[in-house]
């Protein structure tokens, strides 16, 4: 048999709906019409029949998950035609689905090859069952991905005929069942969803595989018991298993000690977090996945397979880990400090720009960014203390900050003439309020001019991802990178390396001043009206702008000729100057009245509360005179530098022409508003 589509969608409702919120569902539904099969392809037949393990999830006779394992010599799993597959074995002794597979059984299977990272799958229902095993009937055959699967050599070992007794325990892990989760780099996940009526009993299980760094799952004690929190990283977007859980919470986890052959089965509910500090915070994660036990055993050394130490997936290592988080919120509570960075790398972009990668040098944590954000930092000149600000050119890894720095003034040639690899900078912590919307479904376009390209390719990491696998594979993601000739135009290999891997990204390169040495750029001159009439389809696009002052202008004027809507132009400009947008777009401002009478400012922080007078000027002045040093650039409003956290919520008001984000305020352009306190985390 062939590839053959499907006439029916193979998502159920839950499916659906993640892929809905996410924002994949009609992609998915066209993929999965095409490679989800009722029947399983001759490779997958194949395959199964040279593997001495087979991954399973069923349900036990109170309809709750588990995942479990089958083990046999290859050959143990043979498929007679492509609609069936016979296994000769059954649960171990002990496991908490051994008598549970019956005639009529829904079974969830992962076929796994450890050795070559291979895998595929099965959702099934047992239509023979007998003594030395069963037969399966297919419902969906399915390929998937090596992401996130560490290789391992397997051997086999002959068991003691005097297997201990499994431990069975409730809602609370015991010691040695933590220890092994703790440990693990790899756990199986088990999930279960109704029938289309959403009765019981359950329709069809399933089985998945979830991998990471060592400690990746993170253990703590509720008050209702044991709970189980691990990252999800970018995968497949079909959502098999958070599909499930959207309908139906049960689920059944199984832990592997893979030199010792220990099985740790556990069975509970489990909820998906989508977002929040500790997702932004984990490097590589996409959301959490949430795991409350109710009930567990462990079997020691009964599984007949032993495995050596695993060689990681090249995919893990740019995932994170708990410690990097709690580092990371710590680091965000302190963020008004300074603190030192060490220079890790030095890569030249352009005749004039450098990449400067950073690593915290006081053992700290990496706080994560939105992409857009720039880093404050501190530099000491000729015994001058200089302080700046650049735009992160990368997304959020729990691993390093990169600033990628053009040299055009004092700072910046002190930077590329003096640092080398080893030094450290003090930096202060991401902020600023040009960043990327993640969750919008509209078309990006980004326009760059020079060294405006900084930001835009921490948002290209964010939509596209580092990997050939796009986050966002139904969103077109377009790039206007105009520069004045080849020498200017940096990060020419990563661009096209993105072009190269996702097909819903298009780049347009413009040199308006080309040498005759130069090649490898898309058209000459500058934006335009028919320029990008002539790129981009008829839409409506989320667009963001950066780079010099009138590049910025002339891009916002072809925009809206083209019938931009202004509230869709976001824009971040280098320097002093402010994009002027056309008069009848802007809104009045609806900020409080500034306080004419003397208001009480409390710095909580500090442990200091002072009166701040009408003639005291902004806060930020005011908490310099109350001998506060909090940190500061443009002291014009625009840089974002003095960004300081409001305790008090009452007083998210400020005067004359600052900004809020979120829980934020611009000390340097703000003033107490009439009629409420103030407290600042400061």
Not at 256 to 274: E, N, Q, R, S, Y
Request: glycine share 10%.
């Amino acid at each position: 048999m062939g590839e053959q589509t499907v006439s029916r969608s193979p998502f159920h409702a839950g499916e659906a709906a993640v892929q809905d919120r996410i924002g994949v569902r009609v992609r998915q539904e066209e993929v999965g019409r095409r490679v989800i099969r009722d029947f399983m392809p001759d490779q997958h037949r194949s395959f199964f029949e040279q593997l001495p393990l087979m991954l399973i999830g069923g349900l036990d006779e109170r309809a709750r998950p588990w995942a479990s394992v089958l083990t046999g010599p290859p050959g143990f799993m043979t498929s007679p035609d492509p609609r069936r597959l016979q296994v000769k074995a059954h649960p171990a002794s002990g496991d908490p689905l051994a008598g549970s597979i019956r005639v009529g059984t829904p079974l969830g299977l992962l076929g796994i090859e450890l050795e070559t990272r291979r895998r595929n799958r099965l959702n099934a229902t047992v239509r023979e069952q007998g003594a030395t095993g069963f037969t399966l009937a297919v419902d969906e055959s399915f390929g998937n991905c090596p992401q996130y699967i560490q290789v391992r050599q397997h051997r086999w070992v002959a068991l003691p005929d005097d297997l201990p007794p499994p431990e069975e325990f409730g809602a609370s892990l015991p010691a040695g069942a933590r220890a092994l989760i703790e440990a693990a780099d790899t756990f199986f996940i088990a999930t279960a969803s109704p029938d289309a009526e959403g009765s019981a009993p359950l329709k069809g299980c399933d089985v998945s595989h979830r991998g990471g760094k060592p400690g990746f799952v993170r253990v703590t004690e509720e008050e209702g018991g044991s709970v189980l929190t691990s990252p999800d990283f970018l995968g497949n977007f079909q959502f098999r298993t958070f599909g499930n859980l959207e309908i139906n919470p049960l689920a059944g986890l199984l832990f592997l000690d893979f030199a010792k052959g220990d099985m740790l089965f556990l069975t509970g509910t489990a909820t998906v977090i989508w977002d929040g500090p500790e997702v932004a915070a984990f490097a590589g994660a996409e959301r959490l996945l949430q795991f409350t036990l109710s009930e567990g055993r462990l079997l020691r050394e009964a599984l007949p397979l032993r495995w050596s130490a695993p060689e990681p997936s090249p995919y893990v290592a740019a995932t994170g880990s708990w410690e990097a988080v709690a580092a990371a919120q710590a680091a965000q509570a302190d963020g008004q400090r300074y603190r030192p960075f060490r220079i890790m790398a030095i890569e030249p972009e352009s005749d004039s720009v450098r990449s400067f990668y950073l690593e915290p040098a006081d053992g700290g944590g990496i706080v994560p960014h939105i992409p857009g954000q720039f880093l404050p930092i501190a530099v000491t000149v000729a015994g001058e203390v200089l302080k700046r600000t650049y735009t992160l050119s990368h997304a959020a890894n729990g691993r390093f900050y990169r600033l990628s720095i053009k040299r055009n003034g004092r700072v910046s040639t002190w930077l590329h003439h003096q640092m080398r690899v080893g030094d450290t900078l003090d930096c202060l912590t991401p902020r600023g309020e040009f960043t990327l919307d993640l969750t919008s479904p509209r078309p990006v376009l980004l326009l760059a001019g020079g060294i405006g390209i900084t930001p835009m390719l921490a948002m290209l990491d964010a939509l596209l991802g580092p990997t050939d696998r796009t986050r966002v594979p139904n969103r077109k993601v377009y790039l206007i990178y105009a520069v004045r000739h080849g020498g200017e135009h940096g990060f020419k290999l990563a661009l096209a390396e993105y072009g190269a891997r996702h097909q819903n990204f298009t780049l347009h390169t413009l040199y308006s001043v080309p040498r005759p040495e130069d090649a490898g750029y898309d058209g000459t001159g500058h934006v335009s009206v028919e320029g990008l009439q002539k790129l981009l389809p008829l839409d409506d696009y989320d667009a963001y702008l950066c780079g010099p002052p009138g590049f910025m202008q002339a891009a916002y004027g072809v925009l809206r000729r083209l019938g931009v809507a202004d509230a869709r132009i976001f824009a971040e400009s280098f320097g002093p100057a402010q994009l002027a947008r056309d008069p009848e777009c802007l809104t009045p401002s609806s900020g409080s009245v500034a306080a004419t009478e003397p208001m009480p400012v409390i710095f909580a922080r500090s442990g200091k509360t002072a009166v701040w007078h009408p003639g005291d000027g902004s806060l930020l002045d005011f908490a310099e005179a109350q001998g506060l040093t909090p940190p500061f650039e443009c002291r014009s409003g625009t840089c974002g530098t003095c960004l300081t956290r409001v305790i008090d919520v009452r007083a998210h008001q400020s005067a004359g022409p600052a900004r809020q984000q979120g829980d934020d305020l611009r000390l340097c352009s703000a003033t107490p508003a009439a009629g409420g306190s103030l407290t600042l985390d400061l």
